[in-house]
């Protein structure tokens, strides 16, 4: 049987076209009726995960994953496998699986959160449960099926529950994610529609119970691996693509803004917090209002300070905490001495624990699972731009955790494979020894797409950039096979 197995894999581990066309055959048969047909379907799709599995453990990378989302006529008889089989006649092995996304869920209506639909909308498709389904016919192939999960954007649906108002990311002018149209009814470079957004405080209490509870149902159907994507904050077009002002964050959440006034660690490094909040700035006469207000004159005579004390107001005190209070601070190079600028500091560092805070929770609730957990981000989604701007999306994930999973998306365009190869070797650079860096591609197999070169020609470059990189992924199936997927969609 392995010698059989062995000889139907070709160039990147593909089946052969004889392979493929006999268990097409098979599949046919097999659903038809055929008793025969499908015992001799089960035999072969034995040998294909066997062939696969050899054919990928001798190659580089050894793991291929490949994105995909699942739509209304995948339930349909048969048209799971068919996808199935179309996954690894390719070569891959392993298959990101779209669970919770635009704020809806792949998960039947009775075991759904209450908090979002069901991403099966047709009358009748309540209960099918195709991510149970997914992950048990994957495996029977020799697919490995991660649960790809939206992260701080719980959608546009969740936007609408009167009572998650409070959850809701807000930003200086007090401005929702949704109510400030931040990227109104543009599309993205992978046909996303940013209208579906709605990004939540990832402080907030209520916002980390739903997606706790949502999780929790993901993960009781035991996938192979839980994926965590939009662990960030939302992007801007043009000028608000930078965020330069404090105002620009979305820290003004209710949660965000109790948490983030209880860092400093006195009470007049709160006031200058708490004003520096509400103006967006500070000048030298509210420092010397806020001074005054705790000078000795005008306190308790149980708070008076000592004379040694007085003295150490010259300069005034750090309204700062230490680096264990808040440890990104450290993370951030300094700006300067002024107050506007060390309150800035703080702020961006603040934006950016909540999102180390919410992914370390969750990912950690996967790992206790014995399941990986990973995160998917922009490479440039950390960066620092100009004097003090920083990109808008503030994600920190040179300070992700190094147990989980890194996939940075290298999906730069510049016809060559040259700034590709650039974004990964800066998170090779920036991760701790020993992380796991599994790149994501954009494009297609054998030809160009977008001005992106071919995916084989991605990985040959990366890897011989980066020896380290054992994995890839390729996003998605819905670019590599337009046809197939505009059948899955409409049922044709």
Known sequence: MMTAARSQTQAYCRL???????????????????????QQYNDLLTQHAQAVDRCRRQSRPQNQAIWVRLYDCDA??????????DIINKGYNQVYLEVFYDGQVLLPVANNPTAWPSAMRSPGLEQVDLLAETIQKGRRRGLQVYAWMFMLNFGYTYTLLGDRQQV??????????????????????????????????????????????????VLSRRPDGVLFDYVRYPKGLGPESVATRVKDLWIYGDASLETFLRRPNTDMGRDLLRRYLQQGYLTENDVSQIRQKYSPANVGAEDKLSEDDDKKQEPPPSPWPDEEALPALAGIPSLGDTYNQQLWRLSVAHAQQGVIDFLSNVSQRVRSRNIPAGAVFFPEGNRRIGGQGFDSRLQPWDRFPSSIQWHPMAYGVCGTTSCIVEQVQTVAAGAPPGTQIIPALAGDSG??????????TQMRDIINAVPQIQSVSHYSYDWQEPEITRERKFCQ
């Open 16 to 38: 052969s076209p004889d392979a493929i066309a006999q268990k097409d055959r098979l599949r046919q048969a097999a659903l038809g009726g055929d008793a025969t047909a499908e």
């Open 76 to 85: 349909r008889a048969g048209a799971l496998e068919r996808l199935l089989d």
């Open 168 to 217: 809701l990311a807000r930003n200086g002018a007090g401005e929702t994610t949704v109510s400030a149209d931040v990227d109104a009814t543009n599309r993205d470079d992978f046909g996303e529609s940013y209208v579906n957004q709605g990004f939540v405080d990832p402080y907030n209490p209520r916002g980390r119970q739903d997606y706790d509870i949502l999780l929790n149902a």
């Open 447 to 456: 030809q160009s797409i977008k001005n992106r070169p071919p995916l084989e």
